[in-house]
């Protein structure tokens, strides 16, 4: 005899639903928009969220190049890589990956705040970021969402 009147439900791939959410990165702040979006991304805002299923919506951010940064991290702000040879470390600041690459900096600041495991890597993919407001996605039908309104 089951004497539970409810059930805790899981989702797993076949039930999970997922939608395509445009967000505008215009006057944004970086860090608060990037924590955002990696919320819509694994799904935390969505009642049948489950911690080890890809439950997220895919995201489209447009517009990467007009994010805000606070105080002196246009030229303090350093992001860091490593060739692999010996004294092979290398900088640039967020000035240099802005002239070369603004959708970079919203993805590189995004991934760190996803899991860094195989869920993280699959999660990295629903995200599509975009230099100006034109952007590939206009056939899945986007809809607009608000940042300013999501905690």
């Known amino acids: 005899m089951d004497t539970l009147s409810y059930k805790t439900i899981s989702a797993n791939k076949a039930t999970v639903n997922k939608q395509w959410l445009l967000v505008d990165a215009e006057g944004e702040t970086l860090g608060r928009m990037a924590s955002k979006v990696a919320k819509l991304l694994r799904g935390k805002h969505k009642p049948n969220y489950t911690p080890h299923v890809d439950c997220g919506d895919n995201v489209i951010v447009i517009n990467a190049e007009k994010i805000q940064l606070s105080g002196n991290k246009w030229q303090d702000k350093k992001y860091l890589r490593y060739t692999g040879y010996p004294g092979g470390q290398r900088s640039q600041s967020v000035m240099e990956l802005m002239d070369k690459n603004p959708a970079r ?4 600041s995004v991934k760190g705040m996803l899991p860094k495991n195989k869920l ?24 607009v969402f608000n940042l300013k309104e999501f905690k």
Do not use: C, M, W
């Not at 900096?105 to 590189?108: D, H, Q």
């Not at 993280?120 to 809809?143: I, W």
């Open 120 to 143: 993280g890597a699959e999660l990295f993919r629903n995200l599509r970021v975009y230099k100006g407001s034109e952007h590939d996605q206009e056939a899945q039908k986007p809809t």
């Open 105 to 108: 900096i919203v993805e590189k």
